[in-house]
């Protein structure tokens, strides 16, 4: 949403409702506003962390920092709640885990609760800390000490060491181990290895819920792998996004099914994050800070051109490149104030770059 709309007024007004409807004891319900069932169903980490990312996103792409102070005591407020729901061995297992699995029953996720739980807990507090120290606001250490805990847990209890696979084996558990940062720099290749093997037997194809959906294809990107994900993505047949379109489907759905079966609402946004992958990940267009940008396309190699652009505090900034047979240009226009990197992949070191700040 927040790279592709202006969702400051929305995001500050959706916030001040979810702080209405925290319970004392710090619970907030699975959809908000929401009447009280969403209490005793379905709140749990994965859906708790609207909390943590929307001032996350204001923060990051417009500077706001009023937002973090708004909301600091909300922070607190929930970590109190959500370590108290602790088992013995450190994890959380409660609420929904990866929903709406592809072509599953969408109570059927196939990642234990307790690996997807685990690991947004600790992306929670690891934002919290960010934010906080931000704010100069002292419960930063608090909240390092919970990100560090739940990252000890998730290595400890839900890591097998050596082979580096995540509990369950599951596309999910290995993409957000790998996307909310739970391997260590020298883990990282082989842990790859493992969700490229998840991958190539289911054909190639996702085999994910919605959070696991969230940040497979990114990391396909990090690691190279950007044209895998846009075959994914594009390919006939099902599981694939060309494949609703081909059925009929003119938006996003709630679950991505064959067609004929249950698909849920119609008007849903589980499975949008593709958005965020084309723009981030084929134009190349990355917001580091409200100010700093990184630019690092790939040259999806069926495509003849790409282009995305966001407007800053200080001003635009667009990116365009294009295919002229063997020949690649990088177009970049952005305001003087914007500061930006560029990052070109190793194999098309010839590539032509313009950039044009005023």
Known sequence: MSMLYDVEKSFMQWLDNIREAQHQDGQIPVIIPTYDWGYDWGSGPAWDTVLFNLPYELWKKRGNVDVIKINANAFMHYFDY????????????????????????????????????????????????????????????????????????????????????????????????????????????????????????????FDCGCLGMHVLFHVLSDFGQSELAFNMITKDEFPSYKYLIDTGETTFIEMLRNDGERRGSHNHHFFGDIARWFITSISGLNIVDSNTVLIKPNFIKCLNNASAYYELPDGEIRVLWERNDSHITLNVHCDSKIKYNIELPSEYSNVEVNVICK
């Not at 297992?93 to 929903?99: A, M, V």
């Not at 690991?119 to 120290?133: E, N, P, V, Y």
């Not at 998730?154 to 890591?159: A, C, F, G, K, T």
């Not at 493992?194 to 190639?204: A, F």
């Open 82 to 205: 959500i370590l108290s729901k602790k088992n013995n061995d450190g994890t959380v297992s409660i609420g929904l885990g990866d929903w709406c699995p592809v072509g599953k029953d969408e109570h059927k996720f196939d990642t234990p609760i307790e690996v997807t739980n685990t690991i947004m807990i600790m992306d929670m507090a690891r934002k919290a800390t960010k934010m906080l120290k931000a704010i100069e606001d002292g419960n930063y250490v608090v909240t390092d000490k919970i990100f560090k805990e739940f990252r000890n847990t998730i290595r400890n209890v839900l890591l097998d060491k050596d082979t580096l696979q995540v509990k369950g084996n599951t596309q999910t558990g290995q993409a957000m181990a790998l996307y909310y940062g739970v391997f260590e720099k020298d883990e990282k290749e082989k842990a790859f290895e493992n969700l490229l093997k998840y991958i190539k037997e289911k054909g190639n194809n």
